[in-house]
């Protein structure tokens, strides 16, 4: 099995490390994660994590670094593990956005093996949708982080060019379509029914369409035609929705969330 140590248990690296376990990818204790304020992580150590606030001893004995801190975070942490690292022996996999590889070994040095991946919060429950990326790593450490990765979800190797879009898309992706949904249960609530009730509806129907994709490979506009009936309701509710921008809006969304990604680490 091999040992993981999570620089940067925020919601990411937990998420990573919860999806690991639950898809038994490895043991509890295979994972090491840090913080700088270890104190409030007893329920990660009673699952049975190993904790730790010290950087530079965490890595020491992980085959895979993940850094899982905010980009203006990421300097520090570069400076505490740098020259600890056995390039030979050891893969870091940086979930940091706007950060290339490059970036990473400008400052670890260029034999160290950087694969850059961006998940998202759903790899808690082994549903992410995660692109990998690297400007220089073996086909050996690709096919190692893409079998990592496919243990907690889908995954897609892009180039490394795209990353920040991929951050865009898949990784903010899970807030714009959360809020998505959200609007479809507040809708439920104006015709008629209790919160409680709208989200259980809007929830399923959302993960009913998503599947339906999935499922039969077919194209959204494809599935949409199924359900428009002539001079009927679904249509008008569609209509309405483009008419007050709905497309335009995500669209416009995706692609200010993908300018702000690359400017993230350089700001
Ligand atoms: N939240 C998300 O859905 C995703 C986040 N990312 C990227 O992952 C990174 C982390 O994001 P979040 O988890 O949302 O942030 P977060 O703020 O929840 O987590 C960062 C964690 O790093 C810890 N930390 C800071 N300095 C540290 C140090 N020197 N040593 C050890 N730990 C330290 C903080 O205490 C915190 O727990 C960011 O670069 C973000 O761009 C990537 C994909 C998805
Ligand atoms: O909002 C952010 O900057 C991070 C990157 C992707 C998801 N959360």
Do not use: W
């Not at 040095?109 to 549903?127: F, L």
């Not at 920040?164 to 899970?174: H, K, R, V």
């Not at 919160?195 to 494809?222: C, F, I, N, R, Y």
């Not at 309405?240 to 497309?247: Q, T």
């Amino acid at each position: 099995m091999p040992k993981i140590t999570i620089i940067g248990s925020g919601n990411i690296g937990l998420s990573l490390a919860k999806g690991l376990l639950a898809k038994a990818y490895c043991q509890a204790e295979d994972i090491t994660l840090t913080r700088r304020n270890i104190k409030q992580m007893n329920s990660e150590a009673e699952r049975g994590f190993k904790l730790s606030d010290n950087n530079r001893e965490a890595i020491l004995r992980a085959d895979i670094i993940v850094l899982a801190v905010l980009p203006q975070q990421l300097n520090q942490v570069l400076e505490q593990i740098n020259g600890a690292i056995i390039a030979e022996q050891q893969l870091v996999v940086s979930v940091i956005s706007g950060v290339s590889c490059k970036d990473i070994r400008l400052q670890l040095g260029d034999d160290i093996q950087v694969v850059r991946a961006m998940p998202n919060t759903a790899i808690a429950i082994g549903q992410s949708m995660t692109c990998i990326a690297s400007d220089h790593a073996t086909d050996h450490h690709m096919a190692e982080v893409t079998r990592l990765f496919e243990t907690v979800g889908a995954v897609v190797t892009i180039n490394e060019d795209l990353m920040t879009s991929a951050t865009a898309l898949c990784a903010c992706g899970i807030a714009f379509f959360l809020r998505s949904i959200r609007a479809a249960s507040q809708g439920g609530v104006e015709i008629g029914f209790h919160a409680h009730d709208a989200l259980k509806m809007a929830v399923q129907t959302a993960k009913g369409a998503a599947d339906l994709l999935l499922q039969m490979q077919s194209h959204p506009e494809s599935e949409i035609d199924k359900v428009t009936s002539p001079k009927g309701c679904t249509i008008a509710g569609l209509n309405e929705m483009e008419h007050n921008g709905f497309s335009s809006a995500f669209i416009k969304g995706i692609k200010l969330s993908a300018e702000r990604a690359g400017g993230l680490y350089k700001d």
